[in-house]
């Protein structure tokens, strides 16, 4: 029986100056150490698993929480200002919901460069391949990541070597397959596909009121933040205790509450923080004629 192809790298390279970097020191801003270390960890999946790429899918997510030991909410939310901030491929994530990108990619194929083929799923690639000498015009027999059965995949058009070799000598191939991307399955919907709805001109107004600020709107990606930590299964009583605990720690009293934004409130790792201290019954009125209330939605 043949011995079954490696996908993944055993060890990939680091960048010592890593922490340096304009990308990891805004997810450092936004998480502290915790979103460092959980972008790190998903390059160690990444390499590991499939060389140049990780499907995000609920499943995906959940074991990785769990394996972290963060929450779910805390691990999706980093994943996606990863993307935001282009760790990640954006596009290659809206549409196949896959971690990848264009270093990731060319250090993977600069590492494998000794072995005998290496199969790229077309849909992914984002890097030209044309500078690596080996690449190659043929058909395949692609191995499907999902059941380990094998599939007809058509030829892919690139450069052809001419006899191209590796520095030990042996023929290496990178194969470029148009095997279609697997589109991940719909997450679970809920019962009804009835999704709570939160009144913004209120929950703008108790942040207002518990901060000291004056903001003037909460603006549609906030509001979006807002519903998925919802959906991810915190309640509309954690995250007003969330704004009603935040202000009154001596961190955010000696920076006049400068970093208690809505969107600081809307971040699963906020809600963590300072969701679960005391339980709110009660919301103070804005003012003598206006009751607020806990969100009457």
């Not at 100056?17 to 790190?40: R, T, W």
């Not at 590492?111 to 058909?139: C, F, H, M, P, Q």
């Not at 009603?244 to 001596?250: E, M």
């Amino acid at each position: 029986m043949a011995r079954p192809i490696k996908k993944g790298l055993d060890y990939f390279p680091l960048n010592t100056n890593i922490e340096s970097n304009d990308k990891m020191q805004l997810i450092e801003s936004e998480f502290g150490s915790k979103g460092f270390a959980i972008v790190v960890k998903l390059f160690c999946k990444i390499y590991a698993e499939n060389g140049y790429y990780y499907p995000w899918t609920e499943e995906k997510k959940l074991l990785f929480a769990k394996k972290t030991g963060e929450s779910v909410g805390l691990v999706d939310e980093i994943v996606k200002r990863s993307v935001k901030w282009g760790i990640f491929d954006e596009f290659v994530f809206n549409q196949f919901h896959v971690l990848t990108s264009k270093g990731i990619q060319s250090r993977f194929l600069e590492a494998v460069t000794r072995r005998g083929k290496v199969e790229i799923l077309s849909e992914l690639l984002l890097i030209d391949i044309n500078v690596y000498k080996n690449a190659v015009n043929v058909n395949i027999n692609s191995v499907n990541d999902d059941n380990s059965t094998q599939s007809k995949v058509n030829k892919s058009k690139v450069n052809k070597s001419n006899g191209a070799e590796s520095p030990d000598g042996e023929s290496s191939d990178i194969i470029i397959s148009d095997e279609k991307k697997p589109t991940p399955p719909d997450e679970p919907k809920e019962k009804n596909n009835k999704i709570e709805k939160i009144d913004f001109v209120k929950l703008l107004q108790i942040i207002n009121q518990n901060t000291g600020r004056n903001f003037q709107v909460i603006n549609e990606n906030t509001r979006k933040k807002f519903r998925a930590r919802l959906k991810d299964g915190y309640t509309k009583e954690t995250i007003l205790t969330a704004i009603k605990n935040a202000p009154k720690t001596d961190y955010h009293k000696n920076n006049n509450c400068q970093y208690l934004t809505p969107e600081f409130f809307s971040r699963a790792d906020s809600l963590d923080k300072y969701g679960n201290k005391t339980k709110v019954t009660e919301v103070k009125t804005v003012n003598t004629e206006t009751p607020v209330g806990v969100w009457n939605v």
